[in-house]
């Protein structure tokens, strides 16, 4: 597929623009570990393709990821979204696609509160909206057909960037949008060593690559309706 006609783009959340050492660095402190332990076995079960909640499982078994966050928030410890951890290329990726008449949005697999916390960073974009708030996560087909919908546009005329293969490019690209691989956390570097990864519409190594990897499309001057969450 080509990027000739793209009107929407929507990215992942983690990994993609936000840098989640820090989520990952205070859930090692929570469970007493050595957070270069916990790395490193993270990037183990990512290697060996098993769910990101599976390294919890390791140092703990029986581990209820509920139960834990809820418990992390009666002491005050949940980690926070902040404009520190945003990618130093997110903010001019994003200025650029909206100067270009893009509609923009952000939507991934993420918690309860996430999507207030990043509305709160003020980031020139159309929708923000994540799995909590709709009620189903990726990879399922239910999700990226939300994605079009809050877009506004055909599914052939939205782009979804993420940094895994599995839960983004891959269905994204099912579902008939357009795929753009971002080769950028521990997902991105062992997903971009698979075979697979050749099936992205586009690879790219940071999102200062993305508006001219969608150069071919006008974006469009007047976005289409959009019924998620605005900023």
Known sequence: MGADGIRAVFLDVGETIVDETGVWESWADWLGVPRFTFMAVL?????????????FEEFRPGFDLET?????AAEGRLWTVGRRDLYPDVLPCLERLRARGFTIGIAGNQPAGVTEMLQELGLPVDVVATSADWG????????????AAEAGVPAARVAYVGDRLDNDVLPAQA??????????GPWGYAHARRPLSARA?????????LPEALAGSAGSSEPGPLTGRRL
Request: hydrophobic share 45%.
């Open 201 to 209: 519409d586009v690879r790219i190594d940071s999102l200062a690559e």
């Open 43 to 55: 990037g183990q079960v990512i290697e060996r393709g098993g769910s990101h909640t599976a390294v």
């Open 136 to 147: 189903v996560e990726k990879p399922s087909p239910a999700f990226f057909e939300r994605v």
């Open 68 to 72: 834990e966050r809820a418990a992390r």
């Open 175 to 184: 579902a008939g949008m357009f795929g753009v691989f971002l080769r950028r």
